[in-house]
T-cell receptor, first 119, second 111 residues
Framework: KAGVTQTPRYLIKTRGQQVTLSCSPI?????VSWYQQTPGQGLQFLFE???????NKGNFPGRFSGRQFSNSRSEMNVSTLELGDSALYLC??????????????????FGPGTRLTVL | DQQVKQNSPSLSVQEGRISILNCDYT??????FLWYKKYPAEGPTFLIS?????DKNEDGRFTVFLNKSAKHLSLHIVPSQPGDSAVYFC??????????FGKGTHLIIQP
């Protein structure tokens, strides 16, 4: 079974531009989560999509957005790029979304990430 | 404010000895805890987890201990092997949010 794939693997943009990153989850997985990894802040949750709906959102500005398609593939978009957006963006897929109030875990499988550099 | 803290950025352990990685958390809503391992240029890989209703979970060489009263968990690797050299992330789940990660500990296994 193929793992989580992310495209592109590397990207260089300039300030003010916008960028779209793509994530294809493991076949059969319906939940996709996005994370940002930077040296200063570590890994931070961006948002989670399940059945084409955003289920949860982390503490990021509105410049960060995403969507999920009917085949569970997901894209995230960052508009008006800033230098501080330079990071590794990781996508993770799982079978189901986590249910509020339920002490359980659907294992998340991470992709290799997209390394975004903003100049 | 960091809700999950890994206070040791790096840890060096001799091959064959025990590696102990520590993690502290502040949010009492967290009810599930996980450890991930990450090699350079790869995404994190799930290692082991523990529910808040337990205090220990073991899987082969890996054991995770949870002390809820101290809001502390630790990962023990016994015996440590060269392939264990990687960055280890502690993560926590609470409510319907995504994973909250610590900043990681770089484990170096020396021959």
């Amino acid at each position: 079974k193929a793992g989580v794939t992310q495209t592109p693997r590397y990207l260089i943009k300039t300030r003010g531009q916008q960028v779209t990153l793509s994530c294809s989850p493991i076949s059969g997985h319906r939940s996709v989560s996005w994370y940002q990894q930077t040296p200063g802040q570590g890994l931070q949750f961006l948002f989670e999509y399940f059945s084409e709906t955003q289920r949860n959102k982390g503490n990021f500005p509105g410049r960060f957005s995403g969507r999920q398609f009917s085949n569970s593939r997901s894209e995230m978009n960052v508009s008006t790029l800033e230098l501080g957006d330079s990071a590794l963006y990781l996508c993770a897929s799982s079978l189901m979304a986590r249910l509020a109030g339920v002490s359980s875990y659907n294992e998340q499988f991470f992709g290799p990430g997209t390394r975004l550099t903003v100049l | 404010d960091q809700q999950v803290k890994q206070n040791s950025p790096s840890l060096s352990v001799q091959e064959g000895r025990i590696s102990i990685l520590n993690c502290d958390y502040t949010n009492s809503m967290f009810d599930y805890f996980l450890w991930y391992k990450k090699y350079p240029a790869e995404g994190p890989t799930f290692l082991i987890s523990i529910s808040s209703i337990k205090d220990k979970n073991e899987d082969g060489r890996f054991t995770v201990f949870l002390n809820k009263s101290a809001k502390h968990l630790s990962l023990h690797i016994v015996p440590s092997q060269p392939g264990d050299s990687a960055v280890y992330f502690c993560a926590a789940l609470g409510g319907a949010d995504g994973l909250t990660f610590g900043k990681g500990t770089h484990l170096i296994i020396q021959p």
